[in-house]
């Protein structure tokens, strides 16, 4: 008799793992970033109208402004793990100084590229040229305090 009962109760465990692992919860989804959310930033987004995956480069926001730049976007990353480099297709920024955005890394130096100019508090569309940049060709940037 003992044995049927130490038998159930092991049998009865067994079951409760199996059924327990064949119910799968999906994934958590997480909320969209906020741009602004810690305080005056910068956020690239990978699609246009500020929608896709963002990237916050805290190169933008911290130190001394004249400091406040990315030569190159290479070795940046979105929030998704995708390269930040000819990625960008809109931005935000949140920041008191205008964002200068460039086609080329090192911020132009030295080659002809395009250049978009963002205001502060400004959010902007990059396509089809019509802004001073491609859409997707972004390689630096850098804030001005003017």
């Known amino acids: ?9 092991v049998l009865g465990s067994l079951l409760a793992v199996v059924a327990s692992s064949a119910v799968v919860s999906s994934p ?13 930033e910068v956020c690239f987004y990978s699609n246009p109208n500020l929608q896709g995956t ?3 480069p ?6 001394d402004v004249w400091k406040r730049y990315m030569d190159d976007f290479n ?3 979105f929030y998704n793990g995708d390269g930040l480099n000819d990625a960008v297709s809109s931005v935000w920024n949140r920041t ?4 200068a955005i460039y086609e080329h890394r090192e ?6 590229g395009g250049m978009l100019m963002v205001p502060p508090g400004e959010r ?21 305090p003017y």
Not at 1 to 9: C, E, F, I, P, T
Not at 58 to 63: N, Q
Not at 127 to 141: E, F, H, K, P, R
Request: hydrophobic fraction near 40%; proline fraction near 3%.
């Open 1 to 9: 008799m003992k044995k049927r009962v130490a038998l159930k109760g």
């Open 28 to 40: 958590a989804q997480a909320a969209p970033y906020k741009c602004g959310t810690n305080g005056a």
């Open 54 to 56: 963002v990237a916050v």
């Open 58 to 63: 805290g190169r933008l926001k911290t130190g």
């Open 75 to 77: 070795g940046w990353t």
């Open 96 to 99: 008191p100084y205008h964002l």
């Open 107 to 112: 911020l132009n130096s030295g080659r002809s």
């Open 124 to 144: 902007v569309n990059v396509i089809n040229g019509l802004v001073g940049l491609y859409d997707n060709t972004a390689s630096s940037a850098r804030l001005f």
